[in-house]
């Protein structure tokens, strides 16, 4: 669907806030609590797709997202940074949510970095909204308190943290009443030793989420075969094998690009994929029988896909 | 969609139900094929389809006025067919805005939505209801809103809360149901209010299903159908009331069977909610009688050999082997053997 960008206002040096409104006088579908939007970005050459989390809940009138340039941009949010302008209209898909709060738990803990904030701008309405009990830290460099402090209600279970070292996790984790979640967003560095801390302290997988922030990365580039298509293609290092896939005029599955959802999953035939994704069991990567295309390469020169 | 509503009929008593001409075209008919075997038959609920069935996202059609007075009938005796557990409260809401605007939009004669904001109006002229309230405000309608709405659209819902990669029956509105129970299963997760299907379990079937849906996407909502024989066009036939309609099975004899016998079916409606993340399951059942059913020919020969080579299991599962050769003898005379079209449409367009 058609988004016109009716605002961007800056928060800091490298982080935006865009105010998306439909074409027409129309409404936006609802977004919901955690749930993302792909904004399709053009390119000199191509299109990008990025994922961006809803922070404006379930206000059909507008969406708001935040956008921080990301150092080496491989075109996406530099583009929103530097050539975007209110007027311009952007192809946007509609929400999608891999990152919902569990309404049946009583406690939330929420736990993010940098820019992974942005889910919980969402959460944090209706966790008030419905009296649930939550505590939110935030942890970002000492120089970025000022962005985020005004973007975080001023609540005594709200802290901000100017380091990650001043959140002592084991013991944040350990003090948690059971019948807590934890929702975990940030840096994969962030969100790998958050989610390690708690395993370790015994908390179960199915009270720990965690949303993929930040995608693909890029890589080497490696060929694909296509067992079933009958077409070889070379992925480039600034491109995902599913955006590699989608520029040759194929049509995978697809869903998230975050490596989050399991839509995009195919078989492979030969060669080793390099995984980069948040979906298959450990058992299942090391079989090395699929690949989730949207965020995982390729550890040899060619992969050959069930395809 | 231009649609003409009969006066209230009555779906228990005096069964005073009937389908139009118009409403036998239009009849969902579930069979594709001569033969009938289970398999994954799930499609996107895309507008159109074989009848006019499934020209709208939720389906209004001539039995409008009766369905709902069946409805708040059995609701009198078993306020329990509607409930809905507290954490949902938030696909409550999403059931409504749903239902009320896409019956707004299929159906402007019969239905209106107005909206300033969070301040909403609706208008169900069939019904003679104008109301206005506030979107979000529970005390701002007569009853919860998951009740509110699903008492003025035909057919059963129940809405699956998604936790800890399962589904959970967490609510629901079931008054027309084949045999199930929502004050049983409420709460369940998907493979334990599935356990009493048969053969399926051990397929894996369950387990493919359950992931399909897990990935279920806002906007692209899937259907499905399924089918079972009911004695007379009965809606609750429940397990609470089963003394009322289980010994219907034992009156029908060769000479009334056209009469009585109904094929029902469900076209199945799944759509991802967008503030809940919980799925709303539509399960909107057709009743239509065998005598009905055999004005389309296409039907009664098709039904004819479906019934005839049906797997001996499913017969059992369906609980029809009281009735089967009944309804076969029935039927078999419409059937001249002649080969006929795949697909469900009726190929004729008048009776």
């Not at chain 1, 946007?92 to 009583?106: K, T, V």
């Not at chain 1, 959460?123 to 000492?142: D, R, S, T």
Request: charged share 20%; hydrophobic share 40%; net charge negative.
């Amino acid at each position: 669907m058609k988004a016109r960008i009716e605002n961007i206002e800056p928060l800091s040096a490298t982080i935006k806030r865009f105010t998306l409104a439909p074409e027409a006088a129309k409404l936006f579908p609802a977004g919901a609590a955690g749930a993302f939007i792909l904004l399709e970005i053009p390119g000199p050459s191509r299109v990008w797709k990025n994922a961006y989390s809803l922070i404006s809940g379930g206000r059909r009138e507008t969406y708001e997202i935040i956008v921080r340039r990301v150092a080496h941009s491989r075109g996406g949010s530099a583009w929103l940074h530097d050539h975007a302008a209110p007027g311009q209209l952007l192809e946007i898909s509609e929400p999608a949510n891999l990152f919902p709060i569990a309404r049946a738990a009583q406690n939330h803990l929420l736990l993010s970095a940098g820019i992974g904030i942005t889910p919980f701008l969402s959460y944090l309405p209706v966790l008030q909204a419905h009296n649930l009990g939550f505590e939110l830290h935030h942890c970002c460099k000492q120089d970025e308190q000022e962005i985020f402090r005004p973007l975080l209600p001023n609540l005594p279970n709200v802290t901000l943290h100017g380091s990650r070292n001043s959140l002592d996790l084991t013991a944040l984790l350990s003090a948690q009443k059971l019948n807590t979640h934890l929702y975990v967003c940030g840096p994969e560095a962030f969100m790998d030793g958050v989610i390690a801390a708690a395993k370790k302290i015994g908390w179960p997988d199915a009270k720990i989420h965690e949303e993929s922030f930040g995608g693909a990365t890029g890589g080497a580039p490696f060929r694909v075969n296509l067992a079933r298509s009958g077409v070889a293609l070379e992925v480039a290092s600034d491109q995902t094998l599913l955006e590699a896939l989608e520029s040759a005029g194929l049509q995978p599955p697809r869903m998230c690009r975050g490596g989050a959802c399991g839509v995009c999953e195919l078989p492979v035939l030969e060669g080793v994929p390099d995984h980069h994704d948040h979906f298959l069991t450990a058992a299942a990567r090391a079989a090395g029988k699929s690949i989730m295309t949207c965020v995982s390469r390729a550890k040899t020169p060619e992969l050959v896909l069930d395809f | 969609m231009n649609i003409s509503l009969k006066p209230a009929e009555t779906f228990r008593g005096d069964f005073s139900a009937r389908n139009s001409d118009a409403a036998i075209l239009r009849f969902p008919f579930p069979f594709p094929e001569d033969v009938y075997m289970y398999g994954v038959n799930i499609e996107p609920h895309v507008r159109g389809g074989p009848t006019a069935a499934y020209d709208a996202v939720f389906d209004i059609d001539e039995h409008y006025l009766g369905e709902c007075e069946d409805r708040a009938l059995t609701l009198i005796d078993d306020p329990a067919r509607c409930q809905v557990l507290p954490h949902m409260i938030e696909a409550e809401w999403d059931t409504l805005e749903l239902l009320m605007e896409s019956l707004a939009t299929d159906y402007p004669d019969l239905f209106n939505l107005t909206k300033n904001r969070t301040a909403w109006r609706w208008q169900n002229r069939p019904l003679g209801i104008d109301h206005s309230f506030i979107f979000g405000a529970a005390q701002s309608l007569p009853c919860p809103p998951f009740e509110y709405i699903t008492r003025q659209v035909q057919g059963d819902f129940t809405l699956q809360d998604q936790r800890d990669n399962n589904l959970y029956m967490d609510g629901g509105m079931v008054t027309s149901q084949a045999d199930w129970s929502l004050n049983f299963d409420l709460g369940m997760s998907f493979h334990e209010w599935h356990g009493p299907v048969p053969v399926a379990h051990e397929l894996g079937v369950f387990d493919r299903a359950l992931a399909y849906l897990l990935r279920l996407q806002y906007g692209k909502p899937v259907r499905r159908l399924n089918w079972t024989l009911t004695v007379n066009p009965r809606l609750d036939t429940s397990p609470e009331n089963y003394p009322l309609w289980g010994p219907d099975k034992a009156t029908v004899t060769p000479e009334d069977i056209g009469e009585k016998m109904c094929l029902r079916v469900e076209l199945q409606t799944l759509t991802r909610l967008p503030r809940s993340n919980a799925i709303l399951f539509g399960i909107r059942g057709y009743l239509i009688r065998l005598e009905e059913l055999v004005r389309v020919k296409k039907y009664a020969k098709r039904m004819h050999r479906v019934l005839r080579d049906l797997h001996p299991d499913i017969v059992e599962y369906k609980g029809m082997p009281r009735y089967r050769q009944m309804i076969i003898d029935y039927l078999a005379p419409f059937d001249d053997g002649e080969i006929l079209s795949s697909g469900t449409a009726p190929d004729q367009t008048r009776l």
